[in-house]
């Protein structure tokens, strides 16, 4: 789970859950006028919806096509579901099509946070210039520094030269988490701790810590969106945000070391807007809500698909020492600790195709705007349709286009090499109806509210893959075992996450 929107996704699909009792489902014809109430709610729906979220829309689609409109107690959400009519949506202009105005509902009910004004504003403009361009470069060298605390300070010590075993997910989903969150909530203070050994060992065990915490939020979160939490469940939930925002606060983030242009520049303006520090302190864990819930579960599979697929990890492991032998690095015994830049990082072409491989079989947000007034959606094959001010317009591009096997030849097959060109660089001619798509993969959405994390979280994934492959060897504890399937209470929430976890092994390699 994850993004802002993430978080709104789940907010949605509780929407959509909890009201389908009510509502009905009805494929809305060209220049049909506004829909009247619904007929008697199709109980079969609603419980196929809550059980199975992209099978459902798969079925619609099969059944109504390119756009069918769902009622949904209060409101009649229109799927499309034609990836050549999605730029009609993600590129209307927010006077007919917003986002913001849903999102900052939702985010209210939920997580009690009451947004600025122009808070879409103010999160694109830090976003763009401290998780893009050279606030990047800034961003992952932080990151490398963590991940090296994190993963490699035994190095040396003896230690990881014996096979460690352990959960794959709980592994990958653990490290990225942790790296990123003190790349962007910062270090422990030298101040306190007088030496840098002791400032790295307490955000170790602080970061693992805080990971756990954060996993058993994650795993009520389905059901904190669908709002069907029992008692206990929802204390515990309450218990956590106010972990949460305890520990992000802004008193305590005064007190820590680097912490990043993004998260900082955002409390700063909040402050400077007038908001109170007990709200600041909540939109922290938004922040870290959006940043770290899809990155972790999102390594995992990369990595599992390396492990499952014996071709594409040699690829990659190939270019992997290309890039070190180029900038003169190894992993050695006594050696410096390899330090990769965002330089080395652009130069990693098959392992781009494999993290978009990756992120197209399991990243499955849903895009949802409300429409501000009425007005008519184009369809890509010139039919009309009229939409009503006060409805909603969604997309589910992973039934829609991700895995489609027009679009993707045996969509559910990892290919690691499918956005690759014969000659090596980036694919991006995919075709539907013999006419090339513009969205062909949308894991970071799309439009004004596409992912501004999606440059830094490609390059977590790859660095915990290079930091991975050059310093261990890894082997699954049963090779033969098969990919695990994704937990389906999360579809629409972006990355998604297997039914269980998978055991691996690992060992330092010299
Ligand atoms: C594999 C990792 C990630 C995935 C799959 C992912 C996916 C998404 C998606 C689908 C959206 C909504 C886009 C839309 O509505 O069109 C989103 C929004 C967002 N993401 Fe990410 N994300 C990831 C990592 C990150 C990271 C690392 C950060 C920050 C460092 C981040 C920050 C955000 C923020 C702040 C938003 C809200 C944007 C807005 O409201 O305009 N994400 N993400």
Known sequence: MGSLLQILLGLFISVIGALYLLGSFRRRRAGEPPLDK????????????????????????????????VQLGGFYFTFITDPHSFGSVVKEARTKLDFTKFAEQLVARVFGYHSLQNEHKFLQASSTKHLMGDGLVVMTQAMMCNLQNLMLHN???????????????????????????LALFGNESLKSTGTLEKAKEIDRQHSNELFWEFRKY???????????????????????????????????????????????????????????????????????????????????????????????????????????????????????LIDLTRDMLLKTPILDSAVEETLRLTAAPVLTRAVMQDMTIKMANGQEYKIREGDRVAIFPYTAVQVDPEVYPDPFIFKYDRFLTPDGSKKTDFYKGGKKLKYYNMPWGAGTTMCPGRFFA????????????????????NPNEEI?????????????????????????RF
Do not use: C
């Open 155 to 181: 190095v040396g010590s003896g230690d990881d030269k014996l096979w460690q075993e352990t959960g794959l997910f709980a592994y990958s989903y653990n490290i990225v988490f942790r790296a990123g969150y």
């Open 38 to 69: 619904g007929p008697i709610p199709w109980l079969g729906h609603v419980l196929e919806f809550r059980k199975d979220t992209a099978k459902f829309l798969q079925r619609m689609k099969e059944k109504h096509g390119d756009i069918f409109t």
């Open 458 to 477: 490609t390059n977590e994934l790859k660095q915990f893959v290079f930091l991975m492959l050059s310093y261990f060897d890894l082997e699954l504890k």
């Open 218 to 336: 994650d795993q009520l979160f389905p059901n904190l969106a669908y709002s069907v939490l029992g008692p206990s469940e929802k204390m515990e939930a309450e218990r956590l945000k106010r972990l949460f925002w305890n520990t992000l606060s802004v008193q305590k983030m005064r007190s820590r070391d680097n912490i990043s242009g993004w998260v900082h520049e955002q409390q700063q303006v909040r402050a400077e807007q007038g908001m109170q520090e007990f709200m600041q302190d909540r939109y922290m864990f938004l922040l870290l809500w959006a940043s770290q819930g899809n990155t972790g579960p999102a390594a995992f599979w990369l990595l599992l698909y390396l492990m499952k697929h014996p071709e594409a990890m040699k690829s990659i492991k190939s270019e992997v020492e290309q890039v070190l032998r180029e900038t003169g690095q190894g992993a050695k015994q006594g050696g410096p």
């Open 484 to 508: 695990p399937g994704i937990d389906i209470r999360r579809w629409g929430f972006g990355s998604m996450q297997p039914t269980k976890d998978i055991q691996f092994r690992y060992r330092l």
